[in-house]
């Protein structure tokens, strides 16, 4: 009857495959992770019209990955024919962003807060802020509408959340509607951002290849010793 023995090439190869397990465990738990930022194009919003047309811009993005955590930023300005050129009721926009059949409303209208000069939406909205553009309506002292600067959480229905899981790739609509009033407004820029999840399929496939290749060789050299 053979009995294994312990012997120092049978130490040196059991550091080995200790110190290549972990290196195959760190691989495969950090492949396609990390933050993704990805701006869409500029363009003229609303419809200046007053029966609230909905008007989408796209971005369509291979970036492969899977959404852990996503934020929308958004830039509006007045355009040409605002109110006494500064007028940005973004108070009566529904604002939606959409992917892969699942849509989120970041803002939805409410009642117009009157004449709005000077103001400016530059808004990243993320699930993890402390407030919506209502409660930054309903807080201010109107008119004038309030500066909408900084992060805010969606107050439409739904959460950003709601695309965690899914695929980074394929195309994003951003929809806007107008509620009131006949204004353009220009989106200046926007973008969506993020973290992408882990672990990736392919590291932990090669985790476990890794794996049954070295518990496979250390029962061949336990049987031959």
Do not use: Y
């Not at 200046?48 to 970036?63: D, R």
């Not at 802020?129 to 500066?147: K, M, Q």
């Amino acid at each position: 009857m053979k009995t294994s023995r312990f012997t120092p090439s049978t130490l040196v190869l059991r550091l080995a495959e200790t110190a290549l397990v972990l290196v195959l465990a760190t691989f495969a738990a950090t492949t396609q992770a990390g933050v993704f930022s990805i701006a869409g194009a500029a363009g003229m919003l609303a419809d200046a019209n007053p029966v609230g047309l909905p008007n989408t811009i796209s971005l369509t993005t291979a970036e492969t990955g899977i959404i852990a955590d996503l934020n929308v930023s958004i830039e509006l300005v007045p355009g040409p024919n605002a109110f006494l050129g500064n007028d940005l009721p973004w108070d009566d926009l529904d604002i939606l962003i959409s992917h892969n059949g699942v849509t989120v409303s970041l803002h939805e209208s409410q009642t117009s807060a009157g004449p709005n000069s000077d103001v400016l939406f530059d808004v990243t909205f993320d699930d993890e802020a402390g407030t919506t553009l209502v409660d930054l309506i309903f807080a201010a002292s109107f008119p004038p509408l309030p500066n909408a600067i900084g992060s805010f959480a969606p107050d439409g229905g739904g959460a950003l959340s709601d695309f965690d899981g899914m695929s980074l790739a394929g195309t994003w609509d951003l929809t806007f509607i107008e509620n009131c009033c006949s204004e353009e407004t220009i989106l200046n820029s926007w973008s969506i951002s993020g973290m992408t999840a882990v672990p990736a399929p392919g590291g932990l496939m090669l985790l476990v290849i890794g794996l049954i290749g070295l518990r496979a060789r250390s029962h061949r050299n336990t049987i031959g010793h």
